[in-house]
């Protein structure tokens, strides 16, 4: 099958394209948004290949996968085909809604052309889809090539943007967990963080765009995992972590309290509670080694590759026969 879709979110992206179909993703000169073609921060498959706006409209494509609404007009310009009605559709969400939540009304909402498919269920609950069939299929990670040891008493984040985004992932709550141990926050964005939290550099560093199997081996030394999101949808980062047997001390929200079990380190909206949770972690190595046992377990079970592939290879086939 040829699947036409946009580089928009590295990780999931990643999993993505390991399935058994070739993957087309649009290149521009400028690599752009909407142009990004294939990653080089990720390791990707062969059968992932770039593909110019000019050469898709001679190319045929047996399904496209949206993930943004300005997709749908630029699919039909480049392809000369109108997703969802000349070829089948399937849009996924990444996000938690903006705005009037719980009635935040998705982009999507009350079409009769493609599927919404949802990254976590508590996304589909709380976007007012309309009459949009929906569907979710939960997130799949590649295995990290590296292990857990936690031989350092630092704690490790993952924040894209930690400025802009300040409250949403969290990052206003940073400084009570820098009392405890330094900080190493990797991610998009980061450079600068510790003089905007007003700590010395030596209770937080920075590390910018880091590739991720550098940042995967230099997690893995660290002793626990910070999960602070007040609202985003489930971080890849954080599963990848667990995948490792990393610890972690989360935030119980959004899709958190479905993919960390307590016993995995910590869950709660009590940050007095992950603050003590930490500690123990850190002062107790042995203790941080029995919750990562739970954390790897969990995020092996519910999140493997395979299962991830496997869901959506029969709701791709699904969409391709309806349309026949």
């Not at 999931?12 to 521009?28: D, E």
């Not at 609950?125 to 990670?141: A, C, I, P, S, Y």
């Not at 941080?288 to 954390?295: K, N």
């Amino acid at each position: 099958m040829k699947i036409l879709l946009w580089h928009v979110h590295g990780s999931w992206t990643t999993s993505f394209v390991h399935g058994k179909h070739r993957y087309l993703v649009p290149v521009t000169p400028d690599r752009g948004p909407y142009g990004l073609g294939r990653a080089r921060t990720y390791p990707w498959p062969d059968s992932a290949m770039e593909v110019t706006p000019e050469d898709l409209r001679h190319t045929d494509v047996d399904l496209v996968i949206l993930q943004r609404p300005e997709e749908l007009d630029l699919a039909a310009e480049w392809l000369g085909r109108r997703p969802g009605r000349d070829v089948p559709a399937i849009y996924v969400e990444h996000n938690t809604p903006k705005g009037d939540v719980p009635n935040t009304r998705h982009p999507m909402a009350d079409r009769d052309d493609l599927l919404l498919t949802h990254v976590t269920a508590f996304n589909e609950l709380f976007w007012d889809n309309g009459g949009t069939r929906t569907t979710v299929v939960d997130h799949g990670v590649v295995p990290p090539n590296v292990e857990w040891t936690g031989e350092l008493d630092r704690l490790a984040v993952v924040i894209n943007e930690p400025v802009r985004r300040w409250r949403v992932t969290g990052t206003d709550l940073l400084a009570r967990f820098a009392a405890l141990a330094p900080l190493d926050v990797y991610g998009m964005k980061v450079d600068g963080l510790a003089a905007h939290l007003g700590l010395p550099e030596d209770r937080l560093t920075s590390h910018d765009d880091v590739p991720q199997h550098a940042m995967h081996a230099e997690l893995a030394k660290r002793r626990a995992y910070l999960h602070l999101c007040r609202w985003t949808s489930l971080g890849l980062s954080l599963i990848e972590a667990m995948t490792m047997g990393m610890p972690v001390v989360a935030l119980a929200t959004t899709e958190a309290v479905e993919a960390v079990p307590p016993a995995a380190g910590a869950l709660s909206t009590r940050v007095d509670t992950l603050v003590d949770a930490a500690r123990g972690l850190l002062d107790e190595p042995e203790s941080a080694r029995r919750a990562g046992a739970v954390a790897r377990a969990a995020a092996r079970d519910r999140y493997g590759l395979e299962r991830f592939l496997a869901d959506w290879d029969r709701l791709l086939e699904e969409e391709v026969c309806a349309s026949r």
